[in-house]
Nanobody, 117 residues
Framework: QVQLVESGGGLVQAGGSLRLSCVAS????????FGWYRQAPGKQRELLGS???????NYADSVKGRFTISRDNAKNTVYLQMNTLKPEETAVYSC???????????WGQGTQVTVSS
């Protein structure tokens, strides 16, 4: 089994930055890629972006140019660097791990990000 634990959330002022981490443990050999999501109260979960085994990334238009996903394979960790945060981006941020077929293996528990105006 694979477990994911996110960290790095907190309170930040509008225009500020945060870096979230997602650490994988267990049967990490089964992981091919990761995705980052967020869900605000009363809203649907939103895909922010993803990173594959070769490091290639994709981003939602809403965060492109402000958010960056990276991974450190030696540490089994994927990061989400968030810059120029907006109050409307207050949400629970979560990561998931995917296998080589793109199927989600596991979700992390999420970390709260609050952006104050």
């Amino acid at each position: 089994q694979v477990q994911l634990v996110e960290s790095g959330g907190g309170l930040v002022q509008a225009g500020g930055s945060l870096r979230l981490s997602c650490v994988a443990s267990g049967s990490t050999f089964s992981i091919n890629g990761f995705g980052w999501y967020r869900q605000a109260p009363g809203k649907q979960r939103e895909l922010l972006g993803s990173i594959s085994s070769d490091g290639s990334t994709n981003y939602a238009d809403s965060v492109k140019g402000r958010f960056t996903i990276s991974r450190d394979n030696a540490k089994n960790t994927v990061y989400l660097q968030m810059n120029t945060l907006k109050p409307e981006e207050t949400a629970v941020y979560s990561c998931n791990a995917r296998n080589s077929r793109g199927i989600v293996i596991v979700w992390g528990q999420g970390t709260q990000v609050t952006v104050s105006s």
